[in-house]
């Protein structure tokens, strides 16, 4: 299934360095989101985007920026990696908004650990 | 806040047990899916859900949306450990956004 993929699939960063996770899709998707998953808490959105240049916070965004300046890419940004945003990052992306009646296509996810 | 609770967190039985998984809210929404998700992997979409009291069959696998569209099922029949995984359900509010539960955790044993 491609048509979405993560990169890199893992890393380990230190504390206080920048990391960038890259969301890559072929589909042509409006929608793309940003979630991260963590043992407890399930899937909480970071950030998600409804178009290029236009993206809005989710409910777990501090610590973290994205950008999407063409349709396919969307980059999610820790401006200083901390030890609670030690993760796995999941990329999806849906053919239209309100998720009605479309489903969420996710990549494979990034773990993410910061030492 | 959690706004969609699944129960039970965990579940392990023996294949060709059946079992039942629900998710429930507070909240109205206007669509309910379903996920499973294997062990270093995304998400995969099973189903969605969109009429109060709709029943979807996928297999071995019962979907229903509560008539209040607050809540929801999934019933497995005769589990097999191919449906190991865990499952996911996320609610549509009429926004960009889906919210999602907590999950329930499957084990089937052969």
């Known amino acids: 299934d491609a048509g979405i993929t993560q990169s890199p699939r893992h890393k380990v960063t230190e504390t206080g360095t920048p990391v960038t996770l890259r969301c890559h899709q072929t589909?042509?998707?409006?929608?793309m989101y940003w979630y991260r998953q963590d043992p407890g808490h399930g899937l909480r959105l970071i950030h998600y985007s409804y178009g290029v240049k236009d993206t809005d916070k989710g409910e777990v965004s501090d610590g973290y920026s994205v950008s999407r300046s063409k349709t396919e890419d969307f980059l999610l940004t820790l401006e200083s990696a901390t030890s609670s945003q030690t993760s796995v990052y999941f990329c999806a992306i849906s053919d239209m908004g309100q998720g009605k009646a479309y489903g969420y296509t996710f990549g494979s996810g990034t773990r993410l650990t910061v030492v | 806040t959690q706004l969609l609770e699944q129960s039970p967190q965990f579940l392990s039985i023996q294949e060709g047990e059946n079992l039942t998984v629900y998710c429930n809210s507070s909240s109205v929404f206007s669509s309910l899916q379903w996920y499973r998700q294997e062990p270093g992997e995304g998400p995969v979409l099973l189903v969605t859900v969109v009429t109060g009291g709709e029943v979807k069959k996928l297999k071995r696998l019962t979907f229903q949306f509560g008539d209040a569209r607050k809540d929801s099922s999934l019933h497995i029949t005769a589990a097999q450990t191919g449906d190991t995984g865990l499952y996911l359900c996320a609610g549509a509010k009429n926004t960009d956004k889906l919210i999602f539960g907590t999950g329930t955790r499957l084990q089937v044993f052969p």
């Open positions: 589909e042509n998707h409006r929608y």
